[in-house]
T-cell receptor, first 115, second 112 residues
Framework: GAVVSQHPSWVICKSGTSVKIECRSL??????MFWYRQFPKQSLMLMAT?????????EQGVEKDKFLINHASLTLSTLTVTSAHPEDSSFYIC???????????FGPGTRLTVT | AQSVTQPDIHITVSEGASLELRCNYS??????LFWYVQSPGQGLQLLLK??????LVQGIKGFEAEFKRSQSSFNLRKPSVHWSDAAEYFC??????????FGTGTSLTVIP
């Protein structure tokens, strides 16, 4: 399966600042990557689909101006949380589709805490 | 509409006892089913998956799951639980276009 990394694994930022999270596919190229958010004791919720060479597709209720996604290359997608607020504190996980169109490989996640 | 239900929010078992975590799905076509495990503060680790064929699927760490189409279920089992199995378990359905639908998770506590 694919190896997916995320950086940083943990970040603390002050309210009002922006934070960038990176997702890398280490062993194969991915034209699509997915970003999920997981609040404590809850399940993963898909936020957006990152598309290389085109705009990201956001799920209903996700603010595209707040969560900026850039699919810079076939191995890198970034999620920038702009003007972060404490309610944005969450665990953010990215995934890369596998060879089967029904399979995904998940990154280790990034814990964001906004103070 | 696609959905995944994990009826048990939290389960406690004794070490060495058997385990069954329930998962029910709603999906219009042939489902592609997954079980993941998540330790605190960690990402998701794939335990096993079902795409087709034998309805009893073997996974890592001694886990297995059985797909029952008539019951729309994909329950996860382990004959003897170890303390290291304590974690959060997620059932998921994979749909066309790489859409994933996760259950709400079951938290497993293992007591000595």
């Amino acid at each position: 399966g694919a190896v997916v990394s995320q950086h940083p694994s943990w970040v603390i930022c002050k309210s009002g600042t922006s934070v960038k999270i990176e997702c890398r596919s280490l062993d194969f190229q991915a034209t699509t990557m997915f970003w999920y958010r997981q609040f404590p004791k809850q399940s993963l919720m898909l936020m957006a689909t990152s598309n290389e060479g085109s705009k990201a597709t956001y799920e209903q209720g996700v603010e595209k101006d707040k969560f900026l996604i850039n699919h810079a290359s076939l191995t890198l997608s970034t999620l920038t949380v702009t003007s972060a607020h404490p309610e944005d504190s969450s665990f953010y996980i990215c995934s890369v589709p596998g060879q089967s169109s029904y399979e995904q490989y998940f990154g280790p996640g990034t814990r964001l805490t906004v103070t | 509409a696609q959905s995944v239900t994990q009826p048990d929010i939290h389960i406690t078992v004794s070490e060495g006892a058997s385990l069954e975590l329930r998962c029910n799905y709603s999906y219009g076509a042939t489902p592609y089913l997954f079980w993941y495990v998540q330790s605190p503060g960690q990402g998701l680790q794939l335990l096993l998956k079902y795409f087709s064929g034998d309805t009893l699927v073997q996974g890592i760490k001694g886990f297995e799951a059985e797909f029952k189409r008539s019951q729309s279920s994909f329950n996860l089992r382990k004959p003897s639980v170890h303390w290291s199995d304590a974690a959060e378990y997620f059932c998921a359905v994979g749909a066309i276009g790489n859409q994933f639908y996760f259950g709400t998770g079951t938290s497993l506590t293992v007591i000595p």
